[in-house]
């Protein structure tokens, strides 16, 4: 990673830390609704506030900067952009963590499982922590959108961002419903394709167009630059997704199913489908059984995970992750960008390429 992308980076994310932590303190006087609501804000502070690795306001931040924006990466109104962006993750991961059923989220209770912790009573408690969660979210998404309308752009092109900004929402919560869906069909059903257009709707769109295209935005890039910055992210999106599934992959241990979310869920990841296109008639049909076993015991993760390795999907997909991130890297090098530019953006996506190895 250059020199300069390095420092920038450690000082966005510095600048970040502090001004999310201050956000949430300013914004408190505008949730006085009394006793009953303070715990839920207070969690949600400290459900933003977890240690992460804030990869898309960090990304909208030095795409700001690789584009020669005149403001220093400590502006409050650039840190309001970026805010936005992590306001809205938020917003995903406490929905995201219901419809998925999950109980952690970095190694800590989940928002529902906050919320049904904070209940006196018993029945009942799990589906009440839910239904606030899911509002709770909607919240979040308001003060979002506030945030990111907060910010002294000019209002030509803060408006443009802001009109992004909804889009990339929208799409968004269509990658979720497409993911829903795909879950519901027997894997042999489910084509690579409609896989990887969920994952593009789903993580790519707002973990990496959105961030890059509204720092460049914000800086005032051109509409040829904007295009080249969407080629750049639309492989970079996939090989991040399919890392990420395969290090949730090596990670998983069939004798604690709880933390198998996605299998025991029945999502259809690449990996998956990849192994059921690999394997012969035979182990095929296991595959399927083991998927559509709603216990989903130990006995059948086991076979998944056997069948899986057996396949040969692993190697496949790390071998195209390399290719998908040497092809991001070739997009930069088209002429589209100056120098200074291109050696800004070759450094983000080595910061990419870090925060995956991180992933866990």
Known sequence: MPGNTLRDLEQAHSALERFIQEHFSRQKERFHYGDWFEPLYF????YTGRKGKRIRPLMLM???????????????SLLRCATALELLHTFVLMHDDVIDRSEKRRGLPTFHKLCAGRLAISEDRDRIGENIAMVMGDIVYAMAIQTLHESDFPPAIKDRVMSEFLQYT??????????????????????QEQIEEMYHL???RYTFEAPCLMG??????TAEKLEGLKAITT??????QIQNDLIEYKAM???????????LEGKKTLLLKEAFLALDDVERSFLQMCLSSMAKRESALLKIQELV??????????????QLFAKSESMIDTGIFSAVEAESLHGLLATVRQQVRQVA
Request: proline letters at 5%.
């Open 43 to 46: 969690d949600l502070c400290e």
């Open 62 to 76: 030095l795409s700001y900067r690789a584009f020669q924006g005149d403001r220093a990466l400590t502006d409050p």
């Open 170 to 191: 929208v799409d968004t919560g269509s990658g979720e419903i497409l993911d829903i869906l795909l879950g519901c069909q027997d894997v042999a059903r489910v084509k």
């Open 202 to 204: 789903k993580t790519t």
């Open 216 to 221: 460049a935005l914000l800086a005032g890039a």
């Open 235 to 240: 492989p970079l999106g996939l090989a991040f």
């Open 253 to 263: 241990n069939p004798l604690e199913p709880q933390g198998s979310c996605d299998l």
């Open 309 to 322: 390795d057996k396949s040969g999907a692993v190697q496949l997909l790390e071998q195209r992750c390399g």
